[in-house]
């Protein structure tokens, strides 16, 4: 027979589990098993199995095997329906490497988890996929599945394992292959070729190479399988708080005076921020885990406590890898701590030897005494892990899928053991239990596109269901091109306020919130304070998670299986009890949203509306689309320019009818003190139009008992708001419709317009959009100010929904542009401005406004600005040697336009292949080049300005033949105060790259703008 030669135990656990075994029976205990703590009701060995027996899992399910047929069926005695059952037989051998479950797909079946798919799909059909930890990424996800998957036929089944593993569903479509595939860490078996041949209802769940196989079947709908989940592979720790703040990353920051040069323009600014990223390169080789000495000197710790004076903290990049120049490498390789690899192979810590944690946390202990807060655990999949590897606990394969798993477990446990503090991870992988180690997880190297933004909002929601809820993507993509626009970062900055972790990263020239120009800096500025608002909020549900198991990101399947509209909205999900309707398509500010059963609240307005049904939502470039569920409350506050532990002030958003209870969590963020009760717990418990507010817990800075509770009620279309003064401890009951009362609708018509979909040739896209609030038509006149450098173009490549000649008479002016409408309900419009491109400003201010047509009365009016606030129009020449000759100039003006007015000349090398701007220059190998580039100033009149110039490695800078800069190394920012002349002034520049890589993030360019003397942009100068 088939299972002859297998042990095969059918086991019943405690809480509505089956564990399936399927054991050789010369079996090796496994290397790791992230299981733990179940508690086996009942064993059923299949081998003395007469012929078929019914044995009960609980009083809702019962199992039945059929030895006959070698297959089993769960069957839900309540529901009197089958919840899963076997394909013929349930064992399945394809070769002697695999082997695994055969199991039946039902008819309109959906599958949803098993981490991160590559192409982004938020459900499972017709494909194979592939749990194997590999870099991928630009127009791909990374390849990092786990072996967890859903169903919304009532089960959830896992295969516990550290081994390579390949679920086949139906047809079993292979997907794209990895990027680097055969250079990084290719896959046991051959991509190209599919596990099995599969039925269309069957699904093929196959292990490799292990000799014993553990599936775990939990039984329930899906909150029930994510807690049962928790319950056996452990509940998702609870991150340091800060950790919830703002992130600012970028590869790379290049040295300890550009980090504090950000930090202090962050709080200049007064914009929140509570981590700067340090990416590669602090060292001179992977695996020395030493400062570099050059750009970051060895009194790191002075410059980290001026950062942590400013509420800001260091999270630092580690990486698997111990290469032979490192200084490290013999002393570790000695001690049996790094991996064996074949020739051409990168020895990396081997995590599965227990002498590693020791012998890595000495140098990281190092480095978490001089300040630094968590670890970016980067390139862990391990990036480069050739076939032949071999580990402590064998070959590669056996723990290369656990591999951040073990590395994330050795710094948690070595950081507590030493430091009593909570650590930090960031991890480019995901695992079975990752989730028990403080570790969070990005989603990716990425291109900055709007397919691959739309990619991340489904990976959030199935890897989050997967077990991982902490989930963060390179916000605003990390490779960007032409394709990039400041529309795309905003809406994806905007939706990642609701993701586990808000953290922006990228190979961009500049990925400050200030970096796209003074109009797109107040929205990113907006949006981030946003996320600041929801600290509590965030915090308490992770408090909930790490407790009761309760998930906090759950696509509408989770809560709404039975409802086939809200499944097809594969874009919005829920936030705690927030619907997040993300806008996922450039220049659109209205878009559809689905609202499942019951009653919902608009977040902002607090209007009503009934579920089951479409309907249009508002959604301006600084707004998110944000519904609440009924009987909701959400806890929010004033935002700060970092993370507090206590907030003395707490917002409680209330809407509607239905009861709820939440709470307020407090702790000190940082330690483990909340185990042995040291956390105040404040409940919130509302009952019709009563909330009564009581202490749980109150062993946190116990001295500090005074809460101010703003209390905002919706209901019925009205507001009530009141004060409360709370004092720990008390009991109060409070009647939430005695606050004072108002109405909702605060303006009758409110319009928005914005320009942040620029494009690098210099075109803007003028969005404009009108709300009408009242409950009749209003006749309405857009009138436009005709900029002097820019024109409306009215036949242009749009839908015809979006073109401005589109069935509309224009009126012209000889300063303005009119348009005539008539506004239902929302009102939408894109104006496309192209610029002249001969002399052209910096940029310019216009103004847009909305008037009655019958009164000409104002409404409503906006100014706008036109260009990024650079200097354009450059000529550049590039070369491999020090002489350039400086007549044989290439135009930039396609791409100087771009949103950091950044002369990329290692990006216009790039372009050579789509035949942009050819030279012969640099290959990718090159390490040194030199580029020249020179700009004419038009200057209205004699006068003082000054000149604030951005550079990388050597510049050099000229101004009417006269050196104003010089600077061997680069130069972060700085201001030169400047005499031009009126008329045509001449800025040269001589730039130089040098690289200790091949590529190390910003390369070879620079930035150039006027200001006056109050350090504004100058729009009265131009360039050509």
């Known amino acids: 027979m088939h299972l002859d030669n297998y042990n095969v135990v059918f086991n019943i656990l405690e809480g509505e589990v089956l564990h399936i075994q399927i054991q050789d029976k010369n079996n090796k205990s496994p290397f790791l098993r992230v299981t733990g703590g179940e508690k086996v009701l009942k064993s059923i060995d299949y081998h003395q199995v007469d012929s078929r027996e019914i044995i009960p899992v609980s009083e809702r399910y019962n199992l039945e095997i059929n030895k006959d047929r070698e297959s089993f069926k769960i069957f839900d005695k309540t529901r009197q329906k089958i919840v899963l059952e076997s394909y013929d037989s349930f064992f399945r051998k394809v070769d002697e490497k695999q082997k695994g479950l055969s199991l039946s797909i039902k008819e309109n079946e959906l599958f949803t988890g098993l981490g991160q798919d590559v192409e982004g799909k938020l459900y499972i059909e017709d494909i194979e996929r592939r749990c194997w930890n590999e870099w991928n990424g630009y127009d791909y996800l990374g390849s990092n599945s786990v072996p967890f998957y859903l169903s919304n036929q009532g089960y959830g089944l896992y295969l516990d394992t550290t081994y390579p593993s390949r679920f086949v569903f139906g ?81 790379r920051y290049k040295s300890e005076e550009e980090i504090l040069h950000i930090a202090r323009k962050m709080r ?164 079975l239990g990752i989730q028990n180690y403080n570790t969070a997880y990005w989603t990716g190297d990425i291109f900055a596109t709007w397919e691959i933004y739309r990619r991340n909002i489904k990976a959030l929601q199935t890897v989050s269901v997967s077990g991982q809820p902490y989930v963060c993507t390179d916000i605003g993509g990390f490779h960007t091109d032409e394709r990039f626009t400041p529309e795309l970062y905003v809406r994806w900055l905007q939706w990642g306020v609701f ?11 500049e990925n400050e919130p200030w970096s796209l120009g003074e109009s797109n800096e107040k929205i990113i500025k907006k949006i981030i304070e946003f996320r600041y608002r929801f600290i509590p909020y965030i915090y308490e549900k992770m408090y909930q998670m790490q407790q009761n198991g309760e998930a906090f990101i759950r ?38 949203v689905y609202l499942p059963a019951g009653k919902w609240y608009d977040f902002y307005k607090g209007t009503m509306y009934y579920g ?28 700060e320019e970092d993370v507090k532990d206590i907030y003395d002030k707490y917002q409680l958003l209330i809407y509607g009818e239905g009861s709820t209870t939440e709470y307020i969590y407090e702790d000190d963020g940082t330690s483990y003190g909340y185990e042995d009760g040291s956390y105040n717990l404040i409940k919130l418990e509302k009952k019709d139009n009563q909330l009564t507010v009581s202490t749980l817990q109150h062993k946190y800075k116990e001295e500090n008992t005074n809460r101010e509770l703003e209390i905002v009620y919706y209901k019925n279309n009205k507001k009530y708001t009141r004060t409360v003064d709370y004092t720990i401890g008390e009991t109060i009951n409070i009647s939430l419709q005695e606050g004072k009362e108002s109405n909702i609708q605060v303006v009758n018509v409110e319009m ?84 002249f491109k001969d002399k052209m400003p910096q940029q310019e201010k216009i103004e847009v406004a909305i008037e009655d047509q019958r009164t000409g009365k104002v409404l409503d009016k906006k100014i706008i600005t036109l260009g990024n606030g650079y200097l354009k129009n450059w000529r550049y020449a590039v070369s491999k040697y020090e002489e350039i000759d400086k007549d044989d100039l290439n135009f930039a003006p396609a791409l100087d336009s771009n949103p950091w007015g950044y002369i990329y000349l290692y990006k216009y090398l790039n372009m050579q292949e789509n035949g942009i701007n050819p030279v012969d220059f640099i290959e990718i190998i090159q390490k040194i080049g030199y580029g020249y580039a020179r700009v004419n100033i038009l200057s209205p009149e004699n006068k003082k300005a000054y000149l604030r110039i951005r550079a990388d490695e050597g510049s050099t800078f000229y101004l009417n033949g006269e050196k104003i800069h010089e600077n061997s190394r680069y130069t972060i920012e700085e201001d ?12 040269e520049a001589n730039v130089q790259w040098k690289s200790p890589r091949p590529f190390t993030g910003r390369e070879f360019g620079l930035s150039a703008q006027v200001l006056t003397l109050d350090k504004e942009i100058d729009e009265t100068v131009k360039s050509f």
Not at 221 to 230: N, S, V
Not at 499 to 509: C, N, Q
Not at 621 to 639: F, H, W
Request: aromatic share 12%; with cysteine.
């Open 499 to 509: 993701a586990g972790l808000f953290r922006v990263h990228g190979v961009k020239p």
């Open 752 to 835: 928005d317009v914005d320009v942040t979909h620029s494009e690098y040739n210099g075109d803007f896209y003028a969005n404009l959009s009108i709300k009408n609030n009242l409950n009749e038509p209003q006749n309405l006149r857009i009138r436009i100010e005709k900029p002097d450098h820019y024109y409306v173009k009215a036949q242009i490549d749009l839908p015809e929904s979006l073109d401005f000649s589109s069935n509309v008479k224009v009126e012209e002016s000889a300063e303005y542009l009119y348009r005539k409408i008539q506004v239902e309900d929302t009102y939408t419009s894109v104006f496309p401005f192209k610029p």
């Open 268 to 431: 200049e600014k007064g914009i929140p921020c509570d981590v700067i990223v340090i990416d590669w390169l602090w060292f001179k080789e992977f695996g020395d885990l030493y400062w570099d000495g050059e750009n970051y000197s060895e009194k790191m710790a002075e410059t980290i406590k001026k950062l942590k004076d400013m509420g800001i903290k260091i999270l630092l990049a580690v990486h698997p890898f111990v290469d032979y120049s490192s200084k490290n490498y013999k002393e570790l390789s000695e001690k049996g701590c790094l991996s064996k690899v074949p020739e051409g192979g990168r020895p990396y810590f081997d995590h599965t030897n227990p002498a590693t944690k020791e012998a890595m946390w000495k140098f990281y202990q190092k480095l978490y005494d001089e300040g630094v807060a968590g670890w970016w655990t980067d390139m862990g999949e391990p990036e480069s892990d050739l076939p032949g590897t071999q580990g402590y606990a064998g070959k590669r394969e056996v723990y290369h899928n656990v591999y951040t798993l073990l590395w994330s477990k050795n710094i948690m446990e070595a950081q507590r053991e030493n430091t009593g503090s909570r650590n930090f991870c960031l991890a480019r992988t995901n695992a």
């Open 976 to 987: 030169i105060l400047i005499e031009l002349e009126k008329g045509v002034n001449l800025l």
């Open 555 to 592: 696509p509408l399947i989770y809560d709404y299986p039975q409802d086939e509209k809200a499944i097809e909205r594969e874009y919005q999900y829920l936030f705690g009890d927030i619907l997040v309707c993300p806008v996922v398509e450039p220049d659109v500010r209205e878009i559809d």
């Open 171 to 251: 047809k079993g479509e292979i997907q794209p292959k990895p990027i680097a595939h055969e250079v990084m860490a290719e896959t046991p078996f051959d991509w190209e070729e599919k596990a099995c041949v599969n039925a269309e209802d069957q699904l093929t769940i196959l292990g490799w190479e292990e000799e014993q196989l553990d599936f775990y079947i939990l039984l329930g709908d899906m909150a029930e399988i994510e807690q049962k989940y928790y319950q056996l592979t452990g509940k998702p720790s609870l991150l340091p708080k800060w950790s919830l703040g703002y992130i600012q990353c970028k590869n």
């Open 612 to 639: 089951g049904e479409t309907y249009k939502a508002y959604a301006p470039i600084d707004r998110i689309p944000l519904y609440v569920k009924d009987g909701s409350i959400i806890l929010t506050t004033e935002p």
